[in-house]
């Protein structure tokens, strides 16, 4: 069974940094696009960060230049490096996947359960 687990999170005061690392377990045949979305308290999910197969990266317009995202595809890993965090990146992180394993033999989207993301001003 294929799980997303992520690490990494924490509390930092605003401008700080941190790394997020979310590692895909599991027997796979393709792990195309993965990338970070992000909730705060009382929003929707919104994508933060998104990087193929072959290393492009894409980011939301609020984390440009803040944000850098990097994957691993023999670790099947990926990582987001946040700097200069302000209090409006406050929420749970999430990894997702778009992964083929031997079981589904098709596409799907895989989620991890969130790490918690506190920058305090």
């Known amino acids: 069974q294929v799980q997303l687990v992520e690490s990494g999170g924490g509390s930092v005061p605003a401008g700080g940094s941190v790394t997020l690392v979310c590692v895909i377990s599991?027997?796979?045949?393709?792990?195309?696009?993965m990338g970070w979305y992000r909730q705060g308290t009382g929003n929707e999910r919104e994508f933060v960060a998104a990087i193929t197969r072959d290393s492009n990266g894409m980011y939301a317009d609020a984390v440009k230049g803040r944000f850098t995202i990097s994957r691993d595809n023999d670790k099947k890993t990926i990582s987001l490096q946040m700097n200069n965090l302000k209090p409006d990146d406050t929420g749970v992180y999430y990894c997702?996947?778009?992964?083929?394993?031997?079981?589904?033999?098709?596409?799907?989207?895989?989620w991890g359960r969130g790490t918690q993301v506190t920058a305090s001003s």
């Open positions: 997702n996947a778009q992964i083929v394993t031997p079981i589904t033999l098709r596409m799907q989207d895989y």
């Open positions: 599991g027997r796979t045949i393709t792990v195309d696009t």
